[in-house]
């Protein structure tokens, strides 16, 4: 065991990840991870009024509504919370009560011949790009969807065939699918991506500063050196995640399968410090090494879509508790994708001209 920590392989691994502490965006990047997870409780509540500004109730939103069609306005209304409605019988005065502030904003409804049945339209007028715009655009479209299911359902007699039941509406908390579905992934993914970054950077300085030689000198192959360099990296990933797993467990949001998301991890640390490592073999230029590495990684992220599977639903799906066989093939298919990889990897590092690097 001795032997295996004092190993030029391990020394080279050790100094990799001391080094990490001069990398001023990567801690930073380290530290905003922290910082949400450790506060994620807390934080979750401001984030999920972004991704779904509805489940914010405070306040409420305070619209006008006129027109012929004004009573089903009103009615379908009553059934969205956090908004308030006041009748006008003349809709210039509610746009003008609209404009002093007195309301967020208008709905007009008026009955239109189409000659086959009158139809409502609605016009709207909302504020013009503040802060409020977006919620109160969100919460005029639940109006409306409500005032779409409410005349469906009173034309029904009008019908010539019975449609297709609609399935129950389900009480889902959106603070339930922000957590699962965004911040898990979310803490989960940028650790295997930030430590393929940090390989491009540790191997292609080493070549820009000529300290590759030196490294050799201990002496090591080649691929012993990439091989180290991986193995810092590659490692550095899972142990972020499963502080972020614990961090996210002390603040009351339990994640199922630690150890299946701590392997995904893994495979992806893998493939992505696997290519930064290639990149950087190969370009043997820090800068040209990162821009390919961030265009391919966003592009491996996108052709991950053509799975029956994405790996963001894979982690969403093992952190809920509700992996299929198809979620665990998954993961198993990852990690002999990642195995493969670094064998590719290592295959073409012990083939590199190593007296063409001097």
Do not use: C
Request: glycine share 8%; net charge negative.
């Amino acid at each position: 065991m001795s032997d295996l920590r004092f190993s030029p392989r391990a020394t080279v691994a050790k100094r990799d990840l001391a080094s990490l502490r001069s990398e001023k965006t990567i801690v930073l990047a380290l530290l905003i991870q922290l910082f949400i997870a450790a506060f994620s409780s807390f934080l979750v509540v401001g984030l999920t009024s972004l991704y779904e500004p509805s489940s914010v109730q405070g306040g409420g939103v305070d619209i006008g509504v006129s027109g012929e069609a004004r009573e089903e306005l009103v009615a379908a209304a009553d059934e969205v919370d956090g908004v308030v409605t006041s009748t006008y019988t003349d809709a210039d005065t509610a746009r003008a009560q609209f404009r002093s502030g007195r309301l967020d904003a208008v709905l007009v409804g008026e009955y239109a011949d189409t000659g086959d049945g009158s139809q409502v339209a609605v016009t709207a007028t909302v504020p013009d790009g503040n802060v409020q715009t977006t919620l109160v655009v969100v919460q005029l479209r639940s109006v409306l969807t409500q005032l779409e299911r409410d005349e469906r359902a009173d034309r029904t007699e009008h019908l010539q065939f019975e449609p297709l039941a609609l399935p129950a509406e389900a009480n889902a908390s959106p603070y339930f699918g922000f957590t699962y579905t965004v911040l898990v992934p979310l803490l989960l993914f940028l650790p295997p991506f930030i430590s393929g970054s940090v390989a491009v950077d540790t191997l292609t300085e080493e070549f820009e500063r000529g300290t590759l030689e030196l490294l050799r000198v201990a002496p090591v192959s080649l691929t012993d050196i990439v091989d180290a360099k991986a193995a810092a990296m590659i490692l550095l990933a899972p142990v972020q995640a499963g502080v972020w797993l614990l961090l996210l467990a002390v603040n009351g949001i339990t994640v199922g399968s630690p150890l299946a998301l701590l392997v995904m991890v893994a495979a992806i640390a893998t493939l992505l410090v696997g290519l930064g490592l290639g990149l950087g073999l190969v370009t043997r230029d820090r800068r040209q090494a990162q821009l390919l590495y961030s265009v391919l990684a966003l592009l491996v992220f996108a052709v991950a879509a053509l799975l029956p599977e994405h790996p963001a639903t894979t982690v969403a799906r093992l952190a809920v508790g509700s992996a299929t066989s198809g979620t665990l093939a998954h993961v198993v298919g990852f990690a002999a994708l990642a195995v493969a990889g670094a064998v590719v990897v290592r295959a073409y590092a012990g083939r590199v001209d190593v007296e063409s690097l001097s």
